[in-house]
């Protein structure tokens, strides 16, 4: 590269970063984390002492950038909500209705979740909750973080899990050194605690405090979650939750004290109270959820705040599967510690019944959401808004179906580019697509160079690279990315579609059943629907899906796209000690493969079984155990009528370790 060429790369890099810095912490971020630290990181290897990496600070890692992912110590899990009391009693009934003062009750804060690791008593390590797996390492600015031990008063390996937060004045006081500058301030404590973080230069870390709500350890068992707290709060000396023993009728009651004034009188903002089940045996008799959260402790939030403001707008998107959905731009208000410009308008039927329009001042609330809804109109303007008839990207007429407007063209723009971002979205989650962001993939559509999922396995370096803020190495990365992510399992494959009802959970339960050729050529919609938590209606869409997608799969393959088959031969053998033993799996699979640090995948857990020796099998008379994750499904009910054992997943790793 001539001269001239790297200082221009090397400003040019520079210039990005400074950008994206700004909007990152103005929380307005266009680029993802990675491919900032690779903005970041290409400079360093162009001009390490660049005036624009001393202020970011320079990396902890030298190898890997900062943060870097960490695998936790075990999985960081999140709670179900109860957002009203018959949805608290509801789940007080589906775990047998305790009696007596069972419920511990703590303050939920509004923050970040963490992990802390000792060793030895020793703090080694703070990791952000991340997806629950995987987290990001911020043990330098976590060491600058009040109320963290540096040592515990016990020599223990463990895991301390707990909540980053700051202090309504905390907050306040950086939002005003950050307005003296000019800048947009952070829209709410939680908010500005995780842009805090994960600054490199650590900047107000030392702002942000740490409370302690868990331990896990392989060497402390407890009988009781009060019995754990004090160990952490007195034993440990550390700043736990606020913590109380009560009955579930008090539960109710000290909700709605915190409601009324509680709340408002505390340093920090709470937007509920995390209710437990005190007895850990009677925990573990729960369970968890398929996705993992605990059955015995719930989220039980505040009732919603009203806040009233002027509606300045009403727009309406199209969305991957055509639906119409419309929003209201609003005079920007403060709900909750967030300042808010949008607020939700549910769907046309909502909005006939609200009679709502631009210039209306309405009452707002959050019920749990982002974004807020529309509870009713305090003042009408006299301009109602009228249900739009035609698509606003491609001006088709519109279909309504009760609540739902639609657009049916396939030939929709809106439609197309979703479609097409959802495919990446879906590759960068399951497949770590990287590389590659929104406003490129914008500007490729723009252009002409894609026009669905398919035409990324048609794009060349050079083409790419004539993109804006592009180049030949950058290109370059992104076709290597899409290029190693051509071999994929069934279940990303088929929830990288779009189909309207086919996520990855649905996705995962079809192909228990059906392979991609089955759902192609043989099955019906009565097959379809024949299988648990699908339905008539529910296959109908999918099988409808697939139809309309017909070319675009044929494309997708004879572009290269291989949906890798479930091999019954072993590429290496490590031991024997699943010779002359058959299995299955249905359901997800939540332990942690250890190559990936991601959860077991179907074609993971089936290569590991095959790896030991054991042989992969439909369910039938010859099989002699399956794996079953979830309560039920058609495998369970076959097994079961076959009379094969049937094993839990805790079971299963138990019988593996053996």
């Not at 030895?120 to 973080?145: A, E, P, W, Y």
């Not at 409601?259 to 009188?265: K, L, Q, T, V």
């Not at 180049?471 to 190693?484: C, D, L, M, P, W």
């Not at 640090?597 to 039938?620: A, C, F, M």
């Amino acid at each position: 590269m001539r001269k001239d060429n790297v200082k221009e790369r090397i400003e040019r890099l520079a210039s990005e970063i400074r950008l994206h810095k700004y909007l990152y912490h103005n929380k307005e971020p266009r680029i993802s984390d990675q491919e900032y630290d690779a903005l970041v990181f290409s400079l360093k290897q162009l001009d390490p002492e660049h005036d624009e990496l001393k202020k970011i600070g320079p990396p902890p890692d030298e190898d890997s950038g900062w943060p870097k992912a960490i695998h936790h110590f075990g999985q960081m899990r999140s709670l179900q909500n109860a957002m009203t009391i018959p949805e608290y009693e509801k789940w007080l009934s589906s775990v047998s209705k305790p009696q007596g003062r069972c419920c511990v009750c703590e303050d939920k804060f509004d923050g970040l979740s963490i992990e802390l690791f000792y060793e030895n008593g020793i703090f080694c390590q703070g990791i952000t909750r991340g997806n629950g797996h995987i987290g990001d390492d911020i043990t330098l600015n976590v060491r600058k973080m009040q109320f963290l031990k540096p040592e515990l008063k016990e020599k223990i390996t463990c895991s301390l899990r707990g909540e980053i937060m700051l202090f309504k004045k905390d907050f306040d006081d950086i939002n005003a050194e950050i307005a003296k500058t000019g800048k947009k301030p952070f829209a709410n404590p939680r908010n500005a605690a995780a842009g805090i973080c994960k600054r490199f230069d650590g900047k107000w870390s030392d702002k942000l405090r740490i409370v302690i709500y868990d331990i896990v350890s392989p060497d402390i068992n407890f009988s009781w979650e009060t019995e754990k707290m004090d160990y952490l709060s007195k034993t440990l000396d550390l700043i736990t939750a606020n913590y109380k023993l009560m009955t579930p009728q008090g539960v109710v009651q000290l909700r709605q004290q915190y409601a009324d004034s509680i709340r408002d009188s505390l340093p920090y903002y709470i937007d509920g109270i995390v209710v437990k089940l005190n007895s850990v045996s009677l925990q573990k008799t729960c369970g968890f959820t398929p996705t993992g959260d605990p059955k015995w402790a719930i989220a039980f939030k505040f009732d919603a705040r009203g806040v009233a403001s002027t509606i300045l707008d009403i727009t309406c998107t199209v969305g991957r599967t055509g639906v119409i959905t419309p929003n209201a731009v609003i005079e920007p208000v403060e709900i909750d510690g967030s300042t808010v410009k949008a607020a939700t308008l549910h769907n046309f039927d909502e909005i006939e019944r609200l009679g709502v329009g631009v210039g209306d001042i309405v009452m707002l609330y959050k019920a749990g959401e982002i974004i807020p809804k529309v509870q009713k109109v305090i003042k009408s303007a006299g301009n109602p808004f009228k249900t739009p008839t035609k698509c606003p990207k491609c001006n088709s007429t519109l279909v309504r179906e009760g609540a739902i407007v639609y657009c049916d063209s396939e030939n929709c723009e809106g439609k197309d580019f979703r479609k097409i971002r959802h495919w990446v979205d879906v590759l960068k989650k399951r497949m770590d697509l990287e590389n590659i962001g929104e406003s490129t993939i914008e500007q490729m559509y723009d252009k002409g160079m894609i026009k669905d999922p398919a035409d990324f396995y048609t794009l060349t370096i050079d083409k790419i690279a004539s993109l804006e803020r592009s180049g030949e190495k950058n290109a370059t990365k992104i076709v290597k990315s899409f290029e190693k992510c051509k071999e994929m399992d069934i279940v990303t494959f088929l929830a990288a579609l779009a189909i309207p009802s086919l996520g990855p959970t649905m996705a995962e339960t079809i192909t228990e059943e059906y392979d991609l050729f089955a759902l192609m050529e043989e099955v019906t919609i009565d097959d379809l629907a024949k299988i648990p938590n699908i339905g008539p209606q529910r296959a109908k869409d999918i099988m409808s899906g697939l139809d309309k997608r017909r070319k675009l799969i044929e494309k997708l393959i004879s572009l290269g796209i291989k949906i890798k088959v479930r091999s019954k031969t072993p590429t290496n053998l490590v031991s024997n000690k699943f010779e002359g033993k058959s299995f299955q799996v249905t359901g997800a699979i939540s332990k942690v493969n250890p190559a990936t640090k991601k959860p077991y995948t179907r074609d993971d857990w089936y290569e590991l079984i095959q790896s030991h020796g054991g042989v992969i099998s439909r369910v039938n008379k010859t099989l002699n155990y399956l794996v079953a994750t979830r309560s039920s499904s058609n495998k369970i009910k076959k097994a079961a009528d076959l009379g094969i054992t049937i094993l839990t997943e805790e079971a299963f790793w138990k019988m593996f370790e053996e």
